[in-house]
């Protein structure tokens, strides 16, 4: 990761920009009920815990180029971003398949709640953090 | 962003985990990044831009955008997606990000979008 990194410097030119965004795994994605006058959390989901590990890696390899002299940070954010399914049986086959989520959501409703909403539509809300950099 | 970005259905067991339709839009990301005044006029690569998703989204700013991507099922696809599009400042290739096919300099910015 850190040979990318080196030759994404060699590829910039000077006073080139970097931009590196991904998934953030260190705030907790929502399971939410979306209803006519909104969305509500009604779970939560955990990154599974390799891709944690993944992520760590990511951070640590910006961290050395950074070290290195390579790229200067300019700026960073998150933004949220909603993956909207038709129903409940959607958003739980999803997370069955997914390999970056756990494959359970947390839920804070209880099961008859959820039985009594799981036609309606449901959404997974997580974060996407970004991060600029400059070349040095 | 309290919106949801495009009703996409059953989305998430029909097509791949890794697909672009469970990310957000083009136009999303630049907006946080920076908006266009990021990309306009500028020579761009996205590294591992699997579809091509992001490439042809910066592709009306750019003088030019280049997507790399290890996966030739992919960037297939990402060619397919620049012809349908119309998109002539676009060109995708195969290959590593550990020994880019560019020479030194060749890229105002670089993005690494979902990739690392």
Redesign the interface.
Known sequence: MVDALREVHRVLAPRGVLVDARPDSRVLAGAEHLTGRGHRRVGTINTARVERANDRISDRAIARVVREGLFERRRHGRFWHRVPFDDLSGLVQYLREHLRFAHRARWSVDAAMRRRIKNDRFAIRRAVRFELLDRR | ?????????????QVP?VSSA???SAA??LG???GPR?VRGK?V?D?GCGDGRLALGMAPYAKSVAGLDPDPPLIASARRRARASGARNVRFQVGA????P???????????????
């Open positions: 962003m309290n919106k949801v970005v495009g009703h996409v259905g059953r989305v998430g067991w985990a469970l990310r957000p999303v990301e946080h990044w920076g990021l020579r690569l590294l990000a550990q020994t880019l560019y020479p030194s300099g060749a890229f105002d910015v670089v993005i690494l979008s979902w990739t690392l």
